[in-house]
């Protein structure tokens, strides 16, 4: 089984700031890496699929790249309702898995 | 528009049973398969199994081999799947979403559209 890999765990930032969040893979997954934005009490929402594809609707803010076992999301110039958890998935093969998360929050 | 509307909130005792459904509509179902996945109280995600709403296969993550069951019915216009947990202990507590998956297990796209949760709380 593939196990996912993020840092940091949590992370602080100001409304205007740059972030990037990092995910390793345990094996290689091409480019079959998907990641989720969780606010407390909603479902998840994707917004990067494979590995930088912009799901319908997410801002242009978000961005992710990576190839093979290592992949980033940058978020970028952040905005109030950014301040959430965000996981990696990888979709290469089942059982699928997701990273641990990393919590964004408010400096 | 795609939905997935999920059963209500159950409680439920260690050792029991509890039996989640997701009726998905408003898209070509079986085209596409369904995920189930939880987070627990102050936890992360975590991937549950997948069903294909075509075939009725199923993968399952190792750790829930034994205890969990994704099954699904089909009538004339809608798909329901259902995910039963047997045996179930307190830290079976979470929230249990269903996901709009790939319809076969290759790689491929993750989840996009997903219920609005269950939460399934253990307690004696």
């Known amino acids: 089984d593939t196990q996912m890999t993020q840092s940091p765990p949590s992370l602080s930032a100001s409304v205007g700031d740059s972030v990037t969040i990092t995910c390793r893979a345990s094996q290689y997954i091409s480019t079959y890496l998907n990641w989720y934005q969780v606010k407390p009490g909603k479902a998840p929402t994707l917004l990067i699929f494979s590995a930088s594809h912009l799901q319908t609707g997410v801002p242009s803010r978000f961005s992710g790249s990576g190839s093979g076992r290592d992949f980033t999301l940058t978020i970028s110039g952040l905005q109030p309702e950014d301040f959430a958890t965000y996981y990696c998935q990888q979709s290469f093969a089942m059982p699928r898995s997701f990273g641990q998360g990393t919590k964004l929050e408010i400096k | 528009q795609v939905q997935l509307v999920q059963s209500g909130a159950e409680v439920k005792r260690p050792g029991a049973s509890v039996k989640v459904s997701c009726k998905a509509s408003g898209y070509i179902v079986s085209s596409y398969g369904i995920s189930w996945v939880r987070q627990a109280p102050g936890q992360g995600l975590e991937w549950v199994g997948w069903?294909?709403?075509?075939?009725?296969?199923?993968?399952?993550a190792q750790k829930f081999q034994d205890r969990v069951t994704v099954t699904m019915t089909t009538d004339t216009s809608t798909t329901t799947t259902y995910l039963e947990v047997r045996s179930l202990r307190s830290d079976d507590t979470a929230v249990y979403y269903c996901a709009r998956d790939l319809g076969s297990p290759v790689a491929g796209r993750g989840p996009d559209y997903w219920g609005q949760g269950t939460l399934v709380t253990v307690s004696s």
């Open positions: 069903i294909s709403t075509y075939n009725g296969k199923t993968h399952y």
